[in-house]
């Protein structure tokens, strides 16, 4: 009978540790580069909205690939959609859900407003991608987040918290609903006339514009010789010099064709709208329609006014109207 070896505790952990395999992680990459996609969205079917939808897809995609240290995961577009609403985007929904599998570092987008017209729902995407992790960079180049201090939302500047260069500190959210409130006020008491001034401007320079546009004068040059045609015809017709069915049939093919170049004309000069004076009468219409003031801050207001806004410094807000027209006002941070 072999006789049985005896052996103490410390002997028996190290005969056991030896015994242990040991499994080395898997190298990561010396430079792990950042996962970048872009959003694009176009409110018209137009044909300049159109390009512009081409456009912006062609300059992410060479904006993304010429960044070594980018690598580019999507770009997501949704082309003649409204912005009202995110849910009926669906490129849009396809771009938060993958930011909630972790398939995104940062979204590059013109604008904060291309997330949603909606204020409300502008406000709660960027709240959920800060939660995700993803920085939101806008083609201006300066990232936006909103950050949770003591219970209550900031927007702050990324450059600031990570680089300190810029001054700007955090500013409270409600300070600058407060500032939109202010700038509603002034809006609707003091500038509707200048607004009325601005629109009969455009739309003079509009019409002297489409004036010598040469499609227009072509048109006008169709329907002129269409017209005359249809006067010498009526004028032979009194003389007796036209058999009556060939002067039904001539009749009806003329009135056709100057029904169609008139369709024709208005199509153009749709086409030629200036989009600022439209966007100017919207905006007159709003505030003409809108409260006397505001006691608390209107997100869907401040959605069909303002197209995006702009943090000038500590104490002052630049807000960028619809149609490109920009204001100053104040902001009155709370003295602590």
């Not at 709660?124 to 209550?152: D, M, P």
């Not at 609707?188 to 401007?201: A, D, G, R, V």
């Amino acid at each position: 009978m072999d006789e049985k070896r005896l052996v103490d505790g410390a002997t028996a952990l190290a005969e056991k540790q030896s015994r242990v395999i040991k499994i080395e992680p898997a190298e990561r990459p010396q430079n792990v580069r950042l996962r970048v996609a872009a959003y694009t969205r176009v409110s018209s079917d137009s044909e300049d909205q159109l390009n512009s939808f081409a456009a912006q897809n062609r300059y992410y995609t060479e904006l993304i690939s010429s960044k070594a240290e980018w690598r580019m995961v999507d770009i997501y577009a949704d082309e003649g959609i409204t912005g009202t609403s995110v849910t009926k985007r669906d490129d849009f929904q396809r771009m938060m859900a993958d930011c909630r599998r972790g398939l995104i570092d940062q979204i590059l987008v013109k604008s904060i407003s291309r997330f949603a017209r909606n204020t409300k729902d502008c406000l709660q995407n960027i709240r959920e991608l800060k939660e995700l992790g993803v920085n939101i960079r806008c083609s201006c180049g300066a990232r936006v987040r909103t950050k949770k201090i003591n219970q209550k939302w900031y927007w702050c500047c990324c450059n600031h918290e990570e680089s300190h260069e810029c001054q700007i500190t955090p500013i409270p959210e409600i300070q600058v609903q407060k500032s939109f409130c202010r700038l509603y006020y002034k809006l609707k008491h003091q500038s509707i006339p200048i607004l009325e001034q601005m629109l009969t401007n455009l739309q003079m320079i509009r019409n002297r514009r489409m004036l010598w546009s040469p499609d227009i004068v072509a048109q006008n040059k169709r329907i002129s010789d269409l017209s005359s045609q249809n006067q010498t015809l009526a004028f032979l017709k009194q003389q007796g010099l036209v058999d009556p069915d060939i002067f039904i049939a001539k009749t009806n093919e003329l009135t056709k064709q100057l029904r169609q170049v008139k369709l024709e004309k208005e199509k153009l000069m749709d086409a030629e709208s200036d989009m600022t004076a439209l966007q100017t009468q919207d905006l007159i219409d709003l505030l003409e329609g809108g409260p006397e003031f505001l006691d608390s801050f209107d997100a869907e207001l401040f959605g069909e006014l303002v197209e995006k806004i702009i943090i000038e410094s500590n104490d002052s807000v630049r807000f960028c109207l619809k149609n490109g027209l920009e204001l100053r006002e104040s902001i009155e941070r709370t003295v602590r």
